[in-house]
């Protein structure tokens, strides 16, 4: 089992930057790609970023060049750095992992709040 937990979530106006962290823990060596989605109201979830194991990167198209995703392996920790924050992308986050075996993981989520 893996166990995620994010933290960074908040209220922030449109324009200004907030990282989101999140944290995993339990079977973490069978982690293979980590990422974050988001979900607004009415909408589907959809993948923000992702960080596969070999450090290839994913990015939706709405947010190449604003957001930049990490990974620090020391820590167990995903970040997702947001800069030049829009309305459209207040959604509630979650953090994604899946492992080698193919199971997916999945964080409680944390609200991002963008005001015009």
């Known amino acids: 089992q893996v166990q995620l937990v994010e933290t960074g979530g908040g209220l922030v106006q449109a324009g200004g930057s907030l990282r989101l962290s999140c944290a995993a823990s339990?079977?973490?060596?069978?982690?293979?790609?980590m990422g974050w989605f988001r979900q607004a109201p009415g909408k589907q979830r959809e993948l923000v970023a992702g960080?596969?194991?070999?450090?290839?990167?994913d990015y939706v198209d709405s947010v190449k060049g604003r957001f930049t995703i990490s990974r620090d392996n020391a820590k167990n920790t995903v970040y997702l750095q947001m800069n030049s924050l829009k309305p459209e992308d207040t959604a509630v986050y979650y953090c994604?992992?899946?492992?080698?075996?193919?199971?997916?993981?999945w964080g409680k989520g944390t609200l991002v709040t963008v005001s015009s």
């Open positions: 994604h992992a899946d492992n080698i075996e193919g199971m997916d993981y």
């Open positions: 339990g079977s973490i060596f069978s982690i293979n790609a």
């Open positions: 960080i596969h194991s070999d450090g290839r990167l």
